[in-house]
Protein backbone atom coordinates (compact mmCIF):
# COMPACT_ATOMS: atom_id res chain seq x y z
CA UNK A 1 0.00 0.00 0.00
CA UNK A 2 1.54 3.33 -1.18
CA UNK A 3 1.03 6.28 1.30
CA UNK A 4 1.02 9.89 -0.31
CA UNK A 5 0.94 12.77 2.36
CA UNK A 6 1.78 16.46 0.41
CA UNK A 7 3.32 19.66 2.00
CA UNK A 8 4.39 23.35 1.45
CA UNK A 9 0.75 24.76 0.71
CA UNK A 10 -0.27 27.79 2.54
CA UNK A 11 -1.53 31.45 1.91
CA UNK A 12 0.04 34.20 -0.56
CA UNK A 13 -0.65 36.91 -2.36
CA UNK A 14 -1.27 37.27 -6.45
CA UNK A 15 2.00 36.55 -7.81
CA UNK A 16 3.59 34.56 -5.17
CA UNK A 17 5.04 31.75 -5.00
CA UNK A 18 4.71 27.91 -3.67
CA UNK A 19 6.59 24.82 -3.83
CA UNK A 20 4.37 21.80 -2.62
CA UNK A 21 5.89 18.40 -1.56
CA UNK A 22 4.37 15.07 -1.97
CA UNK A 23 6.29 12.20 -0.14
CA UNK A 24 5.76 8.22 -0.62
CA UNK A 25 6.35 5.76 1.27
CA UNK A 26 5.38 2.11 1.31
CA UNK A 27 5.67 0.28 -2.37
CA UNK A 28 6.76 2.97 -4.66
CA UNK A 29 9.02 0.26 -6.74
CA UNK A 30 6.49 0.73 -9.51
CA UNK A 31 6.88 2.61 -12.29
CA UNK A 32 4.27 5.29 -12.88
CA UNK A 33 3.17 8.71 -13.66
CA UNK A 34 2.60 11.06 -10.34
CA UNK A 35 0.64 13.82 -11.31
CA UNK A 36 -0.94 16.96 -8.98
CA UNK A 37 -4.25 17.87 -9.01
CA UNK A 38 -6.51 20.28 -7.63
CA UNK A 39 -9.97 21.01 -6.56
CA UNK A 40 -11.52 24.55 -5.50
CA UNK A 41 -14.88 24.75 -3.84
CA UNK A 42 -17.76 24.37 -6.41
CA UNK A 43 -15.66 23.03 -8.94
CA UNK A 44 -14.64 19.51 -10.28
CA UNK A 45 -11.03 18.09 -9.55
CA UNK A 46 -8.59 18.93 -12.67
CA UNK A 47 -5.13 17.33 -13.42
CA UNK A 48 -2.69 20.27 -12.74
CA UNK A 49 0.75 18.12 -13.87
CA UNK A 50 2.45 15.21 -13.86
CA UNK A 51 5.52 13.09 -14.42
CA UNK A 52 6.29 9.80 -15.84
CA UNK A 53 9.06 7.76 -14.23
CA UNK A 54 11.39 9.09 -16.86
CA UNK A 55 10.42 12.62 -15.92
CA UNK A 56 8.48 13.53 -18.89
CA UNK A 57 5.91 16.54 -18.01
CA UNK A 58 2.45 17.27 -18.95
CA UNK A 59 0.47 20.46 -17.48
CA UNK A 60 -2.55 21.77 -17.85
CA UNK A 61 -2.41 24.81 -20.03
CA UNK A 62 -3.62 27.00 -17.90
CA UNK A 63 -0.53 26.78 -15.85
CA UNK A 64 2.16 25.83 -18.48
CA UNK A 65 4.95 28.24 -18.01
CA UNK A 66 4.39 29.12 -14.00
CA UNK A 67 4.28 25.77 -12.28
CA UNK A 68 6.91 22.96 -12.84
CA UNK A 69 7.13 19.46 -11.91
CA UNK A 70 9.83 18.16 -10.82
CA UNK A 71 10.79 14.53 -8.54
CA UNK A 72 13.64 13.35 -6.75
CA UNK A 73 13.29 9.25 -7.11
CA UNK A 74 16.33 8.81 -4.35
CA UNK A 75 13.56 10.71 -2.02
CA UNK A 76 10.65 9.05 -3.41
CA UNK A 77 9.33 12.37 -3.70
CA UNK A 78 7.12 15.03 -6.52
CA UNK A 79 7.48 18.86 -6.29
CA UNK A 80 4.92 21.23 -8.00
CA UNK A 81 6.83 24.50 -8.25
CA UNK A 82 4.39 27.18 -8.65
CA UNK A 83 5.07 30.62 -9.64
CA UNK A 84 2.78 33.91 -10.41
CA UNK A 85 -0.01 32.89 -8.46
CA UNK A 86 -3.41 34.09 -9.16
CA UNK A 87 -6.57 33.76 -6.89
CA UNK A 88 -7.91 31.54 -9.66
CA UNK A 89 -5.19 29.18 -8.46
CA UNK A 90 -6.84 29.01 -4.92
CA UNK A 91 -7.68 24.95 -4.14
CA UNK A 92 -7.19 21.78 -2.49
CA UNK A 93 -3.94 20.06 -4.23
CA UNK A 94 -3.89 16.45 -4.40
CA UNK A 95 -0.82 14.38 -5.11
CA UNK A 96 -1.99 11.44 -6.68
CA UNK A 97 0.07 8.10 -7.83
CA UNK A 98 -1.31 6.33 -11.51
CA UNK A 99 -1.71 2.54 -12.13
CA UNK A 100 0.31 3.58 -15.44
CA UNK A 101 3.40 4.74 -16.96
CA UNK A 102 2.00 7.84 -18.56
CA UNK A 103 0.21 11.03 -17.26
CA UNK A 104 -3.49 11.98 -18.00
CA UNK A 105 -6.34 13.97 -16.23
CA UNK A 106 -8.38 10.98 -15.96
CA UNK A 107 -9.02 10.91 -12.38
CA UNK A 108 -10.09 7.13 -12.64
CA UNK A 109 -7.17 5.91 -13.33
CA UNK A 110 -5.23 7.51 -9.94
CA UNK A 111 -5.32 4.92 -7.56
CA UNK A 112 -3.31 6.50 -4.76
CA UNK A 113 -4.43 10.05 -3.19
CA UNK A 114 -3.19 11.88 -0.41
CA UNK A 115 -4.98 14.20 1.38
CA UNK A 116 -4.23 17.07 0.00
CA UNK A 117 -2.55 20.52 0.94
CA UNK A 118 -4.69 23.90 0.66
CA UNK A 119 -3.20 26.59 -1.51
CA UNK A 120 -4.98 30.10 -0.85
CA UNK A 121 -4.24 32.87 -3.49
CA UNK A 122 -5.32 36.56 -2.68
CA UNK A 123 -5.49 39.53 -4.89
Known amino acids: QVQLVESGGGSVQSGGSLRLSCAASGYTGSRSCMAWFRQAPGKEREGVAG???????VYLDSVKGRFTISQDNAKNTVYLQMNNLTPEDTAMYYC?????????????????WGQGTQVTVSS
Open 51 to 57: IDSDGNP
Open 96 to 112: AKSTYDYCSGDLREYNY
